[in-house]
């Protein structure tokens, strides 16, 4: 029995340790593949060859899903960090003097204030009715 190949969607809701731990499984069943067709070559048996490669097909899809996920989370990665570079209230290297993230130069925080108060003021006009 031949199981599928994960798909990105799957493999987009797992962490790190877990498509790390997927990895190596995928590395331990391509090394036992290889094992056993090398076993099979030496024996000259003629059967099992076609459920092997169809299971080395599935792992190696099941890898390479695995790398697209862990490439697009590294392009979200550096995108962001591209992002952060260009903000000036986020600092890339804090330290005990300079934070990672100042307040006082955030430029949005006026921003957001005044829709907190208008947030504020509609929920404090919805108890006076």
């Keep these: 029995m031949v199981r599928r190949a994960w798909i990105m969607d799957e493999l ?3 962490n790190w340790d877990d498509l790390h731990s997927l990895w190596w ?5 391509r090394n036992r593949i290889a094992t056993s067709s090398a076993e099979r070559d030496r024996l000259q048996a003629g059967f099992g ?4 490669q169809e299971r080395a097909s599935t792992v190696r899809k099941t890898q390479q899903a695995i ?14 960090v591209d992002l952060a570079k260009n903000e000036p ?8 003097e300079n934070p990672a ?3 006082e130069k955030d430029e949005y925080k006026m921003v957001r204030e005044e829709q907190e108060m208008k ?3 509609g929920q404090s006009q919805q108890y006076l009715q």
């Design 49 to 52: 060859l076609k459920e092997a």
């Design 119 to 121: 947030i504020a003021e």
């Design 25 to 29: 499984n995928c590395v331990e069943e």
């Design 101 to 103: 993230y100042n307040l």
């Design 89 to 96: 209230s986020i600092n890339l290297e804090p330290n005990k």
């Design 12 to 14: 987009r809701r797992k």
């Design 67 to 80: 790398k697209q996920t862990l490439r697009e989370r590294w392009y979200a990665w550096r995108d962001a």
